[in-house]
Every structure is written in structure tokens, then in C-alpha cells.
T-cell receptor, first 113, second 115 residues
Framework: AQSVTQLGSHVSVSEGALVLLRCNYS??????LFWYVQYPNQGLQLLLK??????LVKGINGFEAEFKKSETSFHLTKPSAHMSDAAEYFC???????????FGDGTTLTVKP | SQTIHQWPATLVQPVGSPLSLECTVE??????LYWYRQAAGRGLQLLFY??????ISSEVPQNLSASRPQDRQFILSSKKLLLSDSGFYLC??????????????FGPGTRLTVT
């Protein structure tokens, strides 16, 4: 079985502040982990992914995430928020079920000027 | 490069009318295909996925159905729409290797309003 929990359905930060979006997962096999971003009325876009190897992965738009097996976490960070980062973010895990990924419920990021 | 198409972009349908949403993928072979729905203010709900032609897995019981008549074509249908079918419908594809699904690529979505 596989599952994802995103802590905090809404996160608000000031422009220039650190962005931290939390994701915890469960998987019965070594997981593949993903972060996606969705802007209003659009499909999801891949931000970054972890499959194997280096546990700190860098993605587009200055985002990065660290795979921590001991904590079963894959939190998304960005050192300095920009107004254009305002969107909904989804964490996903791909594990034992070879047919599908499991998505979290999403976190809406608001960036205040 | 790979491309995914969805149409129509928006649709307004009366309750009880039929539905057909189409999704096609270009530039890849034998992809896994997915239909998701997002209700207002809610996350992604996986409706159907397909690992090959004619192979459909249903995730939730409902009045929707899906078909995959060709390798890169995925169709979402309903015989009679309900108000609760309103939402944003997303098609996606992915490749499968290493014993699990890799990243998914999403279409632009269809906004369905049932009145």
C-alpha cells in the first residue's frame, strides 16, 4: 500500500521568505516521490522527482526537496518566495502499485507582497 | 517530444445528458493513461487508469466509464450526467519502469459544469 499526507492545506508566506511545504509518505517498497505544481485552471506540471541516488533533488523555479527515509518525508523548499510561486502544490508517491501513483490532497501556497 | 491533448476545454451540460471527453497522447508508445477529477476546492481524485488497450481499472463507483480504443486514446463517458459530476477533469499519461510509475504528464483539463 502507498499513501501521502501533506501537512497544511494552506500555507501563506511573505515575498522573499522561505517556502516549506511538508509531505510524508508511506510505501511498502522504496518509493519514487514527486512534487507537482498547478496554476489556476491548468493541468499539473512536474516540479521535481526522486527515484534513486542523491537524496537532495533540485527542480524548476528554484525549488528543491530532500528525501529522508528515516522520517518518511519529502518536504519541498525554496529559499525565497516570489509572487509567481502562488499556486497549488501536490506531493505524490509511486510504490508497490505498478499501475498508479497516489497524490496528497494538495497545499495552496499564498505569497503576500 | 510528447504532447497530450484534451477536449473540449469547457463544457456546460444539463443533468441527464450524455458525456464524452477525449484525450490523446502523441510521441510515446504504450503509455499508462489516467483520468482524474478535481471538485471545487478539493484535491485530485483518480477515476480510471489504463495500462494497455482495453485494460481499464476503475477507482471509484460512479456513473462514469472509460475506454481505451487505441494505444494513445483515452475516453471518459457518461450516459446520464449528475450535478455531482461537475468539476475539472484531467487526463494524464506516464511511463512505467523499475516496477513502478514514473512521473505523470497532464493535459490542460476540461471544465465541466452540469446544470
Amino acid at each position: 500500500a502507498q499513501s501521502v499526507t501533506q501537512l497544511g492545506s494552506h500555507v501563506s508566506v511573505s515575498e522573499g521568505a522561505l517556502v516549506l511545504l511538508r509531505c510524508n509518505y508511506s510505501s511498502s517498497v522504496p518509493p519514487y516521490l514527486f512534487w507537482y505544481v498547478q496554476y489556476p485552471n491548468q493541468g499539473l506540471q512536474l516540479l521535481l522527482k526522486y527515484t534513486t541516488g542523491a537524496t537532495l533533488v533540485k527542480g524548476i523555479n528554484g525549488f528543491e526537496a530532500e528525501f529522508k527515509k528515516s522520517e518518511t518525508s519529502f518536504h519541498l523548499t525554496k529559499p525565497s518566495a516570489h509572487m509567481s510561486d502562488a499556486a497549488e502544490y501536490f506531493c505524490a508517491v509511486s510504490g508497490a502499485n505498478a499501475g498508479k501513483s497516489t497524490f496528497g490532497d494538495g497545499t495552496t501556497l499564498t505569497v503576500k507582497p | 517530444s510528447q504532447t497530450i491533448h484534451q477536449w473540449p476545454a469547457t463544457l456546460v451540460q444539463p443533468v441527464g445528458s450524455p458525456l464524452s471527453l477525449e484525450c490523446t497522447v502523441e510521441g510515446t508508445s504504450n503509455p499508462n493513461l489516467y483520468w482524474y477529477r478535481q471538485a471545487a476546492g478539493r484535491g485530485l481524485q483518480l477515476l480510471f487508469y489504463s495500462v494497455g488497450i482495453g485494460q481499464i481499472s476503475s477507482e471509484v463507483p460512479q456513473n462514469l466509464s472509460a475506454s481505451r480504443p487505441q494505444d494513445r486514446q483515452f475516453i471518459l463517458s457518461s450516459k446520464k450526467l449528475l450535478l455531482s459530476d461537475s468539476g475539472f477533469y484531467l487526463c494524464a499519461w506516464s511511463v512505467h519502469w523499475g516496477g513502478r510509475i514514473n512521473e505523470q504528464y497532464f493535459g490542460p483539463g476540461t471544465r465541466l459544469t452540469v446544470t
